[in-house]
């Protein structure tokens, strides 16, 4: 499934290594982002809290 998800970026956004979390899909995802290129590094499952 490709859901989006809250984040913004812009054309000088630079991200190494971020924990990009999908709410609606529940998963993680590590991305680096660079000049709007997307490079995924790993994808995680999420690790929810219970209470």
Do not use: G, Y
């Not at 290594?17 to 991305?31: A, G, H, S, Y």
């Amino acid at each position: 499934m490709r859901k989006k998800t809250r984040l913004k970026i812009r054309e000088e956004t630079v991200l190494e290594n971020f924990p990009l979390f999908c709410p609606m899909c529940r998963q993680e995802t590590i991305v680096s982002i660079k000049q709007f290129h997307l490079s995924v590094i790993k994808e995680t499952d999420a690790k929810t809290q219970s209470r």
